[in-house]
């Protein structure tokens, strides 16, 4: 664990060794240890490009004078999507998994380890970019969100719908940009639905913020 001058921490997660037992013994164990301090947990979802750290950051801003609130990015390396985040004045853990595709419940009952809980109401955790892997690791977390952006093309939906099962909501992320793209986005949400028919969908434009009330108040913190 290294700690840079703002305070913001970067972990190194060590993937070959088995800190915690199985994933699913460590999820049931954070989702008791979030309960335990109130907190809400985020598991956000997506391929790179998506615009998950952007999404994050436009929850933040109309979030952090209501709740206290603590970022978990996870990403093979770097600091980025932490260091955009931390910009706006929220706390955030840097979870660097070197070679693995996601994060799993141990890597973050790790980066917790010596976090004072009861500073926070609600963590986002942007999971690291790939579509596929996170869909199958439950982190403990009281909703597993999917991001889905118009530049990622019509067919992303029918190509994974595993991963859409897998989740508790899907954001249709980057909406200002369905005219340029000449995109058919009630045909995107028409393939979700027929994964999940009663799934939650939300609309949204990270960039634009329209859309973001809306998210939060289906997040219902």
């Known amino acids: 664990m290294t700690d840079s001058d703002n305070g913001q921490k970067t972990i190194e997660i060590d993937i070959q060794k088995d800190l915690f037992g199985a ?27 998506t615009g998950k750290t952007q999404l994050i950051e436009s929850l933040c801003e109309r979030m ?5 609130i ?7 390396e770097t600091t980025i999507d932490a260091d955009r985040v931390a910009s706006h004045g929220i706390d955030t853990i840097q979870i660097n998994t070197g070679t693995a595709c996601h994060l799993d419940a141990r890597m973050i ?17 942007e999971n690291v970019g790939n579509l596929i892997c996170p869909a199958g690791y439950p982190l403990g977390a009281a909703k597993k969100i999917v991001v ?22 899907i954001i249709i992320n980057k909406i200002d940009l369905v005219d340029a793209l000449e995109f058919d986005i009630d045909a995107l949400e028409r393939n979700i639905r027929e994964v ?7 609309r949204v434009s990270s960039k ?6 809306d998210l939060i108040g289906a997040l219902e913190f």
């Open 109 to 125: 009952k790790v980066a917790l380890m010596d976090v004072d809980l009861s500073k926070y109401q609600v963590i986002f955790v």
């Open 208 to 213: 634009t913020g329209v859309g973001i009330d």
């Open 64 to 68: 952090r004078e209501k709740y206290r």
């Open 70 to 76: 603590l970022m978990l990015a996870g990403d093979l």
């Open 196 to 202: 999940d028919a009663k799934l939650p969908v939300i």
């Open 23 to 49: 994933n699913e013994d460590a999820a049931a164990l954070n989702t008791d240890l979030f309960k335990a301090h109130g907190i809400t947990v985020i598991d956000i979802m997506g391929s790179v490009g």
């Open 148 to 169: 889905v952006s118009i530049t990622e093309g019509p067919y992303m939906v029918r190509k994974h719908p595993l991963t859409i099962k897998h989740a508790d909501m």
